[in-house]
């Protein structure tokens, strides 16, 4: 009864989202203000149906589903969806709805290819910690994605207004102040629990291994991922390090983000590969 | 009954040059025009507007031809005589000068389509009319209508949102580099007139800080002065550019006067903030090689004109949308207007039924002796609802659509075959 809730639970938010992409499309192409209210509802509803998706999948499994590809991918979409519904209730920026809806949808798209069993949880993944560490990193994530579209939208502009051509997405997009202080904003709430993810994940470390740390290599890509995401937070705090660079310097090190996601899951191994 | 006439009657930029326009009577004012107007006969309500582009009046009359050679005789005073401003003065009536009066409210007849000055103008013209008590129930209507005309246009197309002059260009530029030129400091550079209208432009949209660089100082403490900014000489250029954010060059210099090498070194003493350049002289004052710089903007009185060429064009795709929309508002008011002039037709047909179910009543019911209150009651309830149900059809005819069109003649067979004396 609970996993067939389950079953549906998740294909509903499949539809919800897509309904929220592709509304916000419409309102990118035609904005009409009054598409943007409903996508934003939308949007709003597919968060909460993906929070009670994650809720069911943990009354069902008895531990924090966040250990498959499928889960992992559906958290990620998540703290993607409630950064930017969180962020949204602060500070509004032009149309980063649209980008972020479509970002959360290929997610979840992504997460419905994966297997959806419920696997058994390894005897080193059964700790309070699994939670904490592996939340805090994937809200980490959540933020970083943000600063990702972010600097999509940076550079699109940008190019708009260097070359002089203004074409489709001149008035759609905000204005390169307003993207650059969002980068500002997303990157120093990603980095800090990037960094509180490392942390909890090497205490985890100590107590499960014995050792703080051990260079298994979603390790070492996330030592790469932080550094990349340090060095340009502190070259904006030194020298006022901004716009193009800024915004490439996210787009980049968010690449860095999703191969340590998958990448290393696929390709090199390790003890955080996903339970396939 | 003649229903009411709407009349406007007026010249703007379109056919009449600026020379004829400044002769107009009413260009100093509301008061005493409206005053003036007061004395003309046959005008039931009236409101006047005038901008640098147009001189309109409105108003609704009994009598409209005479009126109208009125207003035109008010409208020119002295200036002109009526052979010679026949050519510069339009005339509309009813559905017309609705149709005109929303596609002026909706800055479609503007000189600079899709501006939105023309809308508080049009407020404020109303503002002073009402407080004198000029306008009545229809042109209340009229012009409120037109305010919301406007919005509708405002807000269901782009019309408004393009720039279409050199200097909204730029604002517009500078708008989506730094999101909103509050506080934004501004350098001028050679004091031109151009460069007082560019930083005109950009302090009524927010900019802070005038600072004005000139090869002469006097001349800089003049504009500086105008915009409570300082100023500065040549030689303190590089200091300044560390300060400000957005430069307008327009100085008369024959050859480049600042290159990428001197405000590259410069950007990280500004901590990187972007620099954007308007360079509006000719020939140019800015290296077109600083637009390559990270976080610098450059754009030069062409670039200004490109951006302003493409508004236009899309603007014009947007202005028939607009014009759809007057044109379906300007048809409704026409369909209240029209309900309007059967208002008092349908209320004497009423009076009249009511007033003979009356008299039949107080004939009848002193005969009916055995009746209780409740009887009494229900009989003259029988009598009123007769009454109504034998006007109904009638109402309903003189209300419908397909008379609207014909509404005088309509409404005048209706009154002698129910002989309803003429009253107004």
């Not at chain 1, 996508?39 to 929070?51: D, E, K, P, Y």
Request: some cysteine; overall charge neutral.
């Amino acid at each position: 009864m609970l996993s067939e809730i389950n079953y549906l639970l998740f294909n509903s938010v499949l539809a919800v989202s897509f309904v929220a992409s592709a509304v916000y499309l419409v309102f990118f192409f035609s904005q009409k203000e009054k598409l943007r209210t409903v996508a934003r509802m939308i949007l709003l509803v597919s968060g909460i149906l993906q929070t009670l998706y994650i809720l069911s999948r943990y009354l069902i499994a008895g531990y924090t589903p966040i250990t498959s590809q499928h889960e992992a991918v559906t958290f990620f979409a998540w703290s993607v969806t409630w950064a930017y519904l969180s962020f949204h209730w602060r500070y509004s920026v032009r149309n980063f709805g649209t980008f972020v809806s479509v970002l959360a949808f290929i997610m979840l798209l992504i997460a419905a290819s994966a297997s959806r069993e419920f696997e058994p949880l390894a005897p080193a993944l059964q700790s309070l910690w699994l939670p904490v560490h592996a939340g805090v990193s994937v809200m980490a994530y959540g933020f970083l994605a943000l600063a990702f579209c972010g600097g999509i939208m940076y550079l699109l502009q940008e190019r708009e207004l260097k070359s002089k051509k203004f074409g489709f997405f001149f008035t759609r997009l905000p204005s390169l102040d307003a993207l650059d202080q969002l980068n500002s904003h997303c990157l120093t709430a990603g980095f800090t629990l990037l960094t509180l993810g490392i942390i909890t994940g090497s205490i985890w470390a100590r107590q499960a291994w014995g050792t703080y740390w051990h260079w298994d290599p979603k390790e070492t890509w996330s030592l790469i991922t932080w550094f990349l995401y340090a060095i340009q937070l502190h070259q904006r705090v030194t020298v006022g390090w901004r716009g193009k660079k800024a915004a490439l310097m996210s787009i980049v090190a968010f690449c860095s983000v999703l191969f340590t996601l998958w990448g290393v899951t696929f390709l090199l191994g390790g003890v955080h590969s996903y339970a396939q | 009954m003649p229903s009411e006439t709407i009349l406007l009657l007026g010249v703007n930029h379109k056919n009449t040059p600026l020379e004829v326009r400044e002769k107009l009577a009413l260009s100093s004012g509301y008061e005493e025009p409206l005053q003036a107007l007061a004395g003309i006969d046959g005008l039931r309500e009236y409101y006047l507007l005038s901008t640098c582009n147009r001189v309109e009046i409105l108003v609704s009359a009994r009598d409209g031809e005479a009126v109208e050679k009125e207003l035109a005789g008010f409208l020119f005073g002295d200036a002109l005589s009526p052979d010679q401003y026949e050519k510069y003065l339009y005339c509309h009536r009813n559905e017309e000068a609705i149709h005109h009066l929303f596609m002026v409210a909706a800055s479609l007849d503007s000189m600079i389509v899709g501006e939105s000055q023309i809308l508080g103008q049009l407020k404020e013209a109303y503002r002073w009319s009402s407080d004198k008590k000029c306008t009545g129930p229809i042109l209340n209507k009229l012009l409120h209508k037109a305010f919301s005309v406007a919005k509708r246009v405002r807000s269901e197309t782009l019309i408004g949102s393009s720039a279409v002059s050199i200097s909204y260009a730029a604002i517009e530029l500078a708008k989506k580099i730094f999101g909103s030129l509050d506080n934004k400091k501004v350098l001028l550079i050679g004091a031109g007139e151009m460069a007082e209208l560019a930083a005109e432009h950009l302090v009524g949209n927010g900019a802070k800080d005038v600072v004005v660089a000139n090869r002469t100082l006097e001349r800089a403490l003049d504009l500086a002065k105008r915009f409570n900014g300082r100023a500065v000489g040549l030689d303190e250029l590089f200091e300044q550019l560390e300060q400000v954010d957005i430069i307008v060059s327009s100085t008369g210099a024959p050859g480049i006067i600042l290159h990428k090498e001197d405000v590259k070194p410069l950007m990280r003493n500004r901590r990187n903030k972007p620099l954007f350049f308007i360079d509006i002289a000719v020939p140019r004052d800015l290296d077109p090689a600083l637009n390559d710089l990270d976080n610098v903007y450059l754009y030069d009185i062409d670039d200004l004109s490109n951006v302003v060429e493409m508004n236009k064009a899309e603007r014009d795709k947007e202005a028939v949308k607009a014009s759809r929309i007057v044109d379906e508002e300007a048809l409704k008011f026409k369909g209240w207007l029209a309900g309007l002039a059967i208002t008092p037709t349908i209320t004497a047909l009423r009076d009249k039924g009511n007033k003979i179910s009356r008299m039949e009543l107080e004939r009848t019911l002193p005969r009916l002796k055995n009746l209780t209150p409740k009887e009494r009651k229900s009989v003259e309830k029988m009598a009123g609802a007769i009454v109504s149900r034998l006007l109904h059809d009638p109402v309903i005819f003189l209300k419908s659509e397909n008379c609207k069109d014909q509404s005088e003649l309509k409404v005048d067979i209706f009154r002698s075959v129910f002989d309803l004396e003429k009253k107004e």
